[in-house]
């Protein structure tokens, strides 16, 4: 009888308690749901991932569409149509003979009696002259990969003006736009950008400024011409033309030989 009581007390307590297979159980349980997290998370990083290239592909996609230089499948048929400028403006006399031109005759005038007592002039530049300006300055530029075509102009509105310089590359058409004000520093005509583009495409800030010094040191020849008879303290843009007013600096005997 003893024997079989130890018998039952033997098998009894090698019986694993209820408690402890509850905790194995959980332990696995935890684990294996600790894996699945685990898994659904670095699904979760490679799917943000994936998003993020995709964006960036599309962005960088789209705004090469914009401009015009390359010509996307599908992308450039709805983001892009071929610029134009405001109004065409015909090339007119070459800039710097109609400055010459106009600012001798006005001299010539104040120099009626041989002497010049009213140093303020007024001049008047049509838009036509700074195309034809334009159109003469590109003739020889040559862009690796680029052609400018002819239609190259300069536009003055009221209180802006616009430069449109067409672009053709590999069979492609878009255009150079550039929105500026001249203004009057230290008696000579400067350049402040409004708007940069190209095609449809804003161009950022930085490669704006690089345009902007770039156009404003290729009124250097214009300052020159002008500098030669007077000094530009105001400029007035109306439509089709900019107005200079200012005062005439070179002497009376340099005015009598003209």
Request: charged share 25%.
């Amino acid at each position: 009888m003893d024997g079989a009581l130890n018998f039952m007390r033997v098998e009894k307590t090698s019986t694993p308690d209820s408690h402890e297979v509850a905790s194995e159980v959980a332990s696995e349980v935890a684990a294996k749901m600790r894996k699945q997290v685990r898994r659904k998370a670095g699904l979760s990083c490679c799917s943000i991932f994936i998003v993020i290239i995709l964006a960036i592909a599309i962005f960088v996609s789209v705004s090469v569409a914009r401009t015009g230089l390359f010509k996307i499948p599908v992308v450039s048929a709805l983001v892009y149509s071929e610029p134009s400028p405001v109004r065409v403006v015909p090339a007119g006399e070459p800039l710097d003979s109609f400055i010459s031109n106009a600012m001798q005759k006005i001299i010539r005038e104040r120099l009626a009696n041989g002497q010049i007592t009213n140093r303020d002039f007024v001049l008047t530049l049509p838009e036509g002259s700074f195309t034809r300006g334009l159109q003469d300055s590109i003739k020889n530029a040559k862009v690796s990969g680029l052609s400018v075509a002819d239609g190259a102009q300069l536009a003055v509105l009221d209180g802006e003006a616009e430069l449109f310089l067409p672009i053709k590359r590999n069979g492609a058409s878009t255009a150079l736009i550039v929105r500026f004000v001249p203004e009057a520093k230290d008696g000579r005509l400067v350049l402040t950008m409004r708007e940069t583009r190209i095609g449809k495409l804003k161009l950022p800030s930085f490669i704006a400024r690089m345009i902007e010094k770039s156009a404003s040191d290729s009124m250097s020849q214009f300052n020159s011409e002008v500098g030669k008879y007077a000094q530009i303290e105001q400029i007035d843009l109306r439509e089709g033309e900019l107005v200079l007013r200012g005062r005439i600096i070179v002497n009376v005997e340099v005015l009598k030989e003209l």
